[in-house]
Every structure is written in C-alpha cells, then in structure tokens.
C-alpha cells in the first residue's frame, strides 16, 4: 500500500493545484519512483488510498499496466490519517501482512528484503533511518532487531514497514486515527521488529526539499 492522501500543508503553494505525490522529482511523479521500485522487488498488486486530488491520481496513474502492477484505489472524503487510511483499505489487502510506504518519501529502501520479514508474534517490522535535520530527536530505538520506545540511539520512522492486519484489528472504519498511538502499544509488548536502512531516505516535506533533491543537493 502507498500512502497518498495526505494534504502536503508544507508543500504549498505547490499543492494547492498538484497532489504532492505527483510533484516530480528528477524528472518523473515522486510515487511513480516508488512504483517502479515495486515492480523490481517483485511485487504485483499495489493500493492507493488519496484524498486531497486524488481524482488526479488516478488519471495519471490508471490501474497500473503501464508499471506491470495492478492498482487498485482507497479513495477517503476526509484524510484519515495513517491508520485510518490502512483501516479503510483493508478488505483490499488481504489477510496477510503487507508493505506499506508514505508517498512522499524519495528512497532506495530495498523493498524485496521485506517481503518475508514479518513472523510470529509481530505486529510490523519498521525500516529506520538516522535522524534528518528537520527530525533530530528520532522516534524509536532498535535493540538488535527488535524496536523500543525509547533507547541511547534513537532513530527515525522512514515510513516504510510490514504490517499484520490484526495491528488494526477493531479500529472502526472511516474513523481517522493516528498510527503513532498503535505502534507504541505494540512497540512496548515487544511485538515491532525493525532494521536500520543507511542508504538513501528524503523526506519530500517541503518546497526546499524538494528544489535541493532536484538540484542534486542532496545524495
């Protein structure tokens, strides 16, 4: 699932007129770098939940044949937030764990190591990233492969993770809810596995942002 229906605040006036996933980043729709990564990890099915012009999104994107992926859309009237957006989009994913990423993060993130990454008891496994200068306080720690709450070496969320349905498990639909709150529960019953990524992670939250990454600024 590709999380695309936020309203990009920081991004306008950029997004005033252009969903932020569509901005472009070195020449092609940020999420479009997202979708050909996915094709090269193998995987097929992709669902898109959007909001803010999300009308947009589905014109530009179609249902995916063009990538060799099958899209299917999660539209939202109101944005849900993280969790709500994943709840509403359930019955389209299935009963097994799945993939999850924030459409407005540029990222080499090798999304095939993740496909069989989730076992047992856990909930998600979440892919971290060194804190950026715009998050330098981190939010989680990573104790050889299992993720706390708090730590000496706090990383950052990149946005990216394998989630189990049951995470969501009685959330009530087309509520908005913050995904925050569920991991922390999670994260403190020992059930969040994670990793530490040290390759390439942006978070396209702003106007600056994105000229740099564009610029070749930023690696």
């Known amino acids: 699932m590709i999380l695309a229906a936020g309203r990009g605040e920081r991004m306008r006036p950029l997004t005033d007129h252009t969903p932020k996933p569509l901005l472009e980043v070195r020449g092609k729709p940020l999420i479009v770098w997202h979708l050909e990564r996915l094709v090269v990890a ?38 849900l937030e993280t969790a709500g957006g994943i709840v509403k989009a359930l019955p389209l994913l299935g009963d097994a764990p799945f993939l999850v990423v924030n459409a407005d993060v540029y990222t080499d993130i090798d999304f095939a190591s993740l496909k069989n990454v989730l076992g047992g008891h856990r909930l998600a496994h979440l892919v971290l990233i060194d804190n950026p200068p715009q998050h330098p306080q981190g939010d989680f720690a990573l104790d050889d492969e299992t993720v706390r709450v ?38 403190e019953k020992g059930e969040v596995s994670g990793e530490h990524h040290h390759g390439i ?3 396209v939250g702003t106007p600056q942002r994105l000229e740099a990454l564009n610029a070749g600024e930023l690696n």
């Open 42 to 79: 193998g995987f097929h099915e992709v669902v898109i939940n959007h909001a803010h012009l999300g009308k947009q999104i589905e014109e530009a994107l179609g249902n995916g044949r063009q990538w060799g992926l099958s899209i299917t859309y999660s539209p939202e009237t109101v944005a």
């Open 150 to 187: 708090e730590g000496e070496v706090m990383l950052t969320f990149s946005g990216v993770a394998v989630y189990a349905p049951r995470l969501f498990a009685g959330l009530p639909v087309d509520v908005p809810e913050k995904l925050a709150p569920l991991l922390r529960q999670a994260i």
């Open 201 to 203: 992670w942006h978070d």
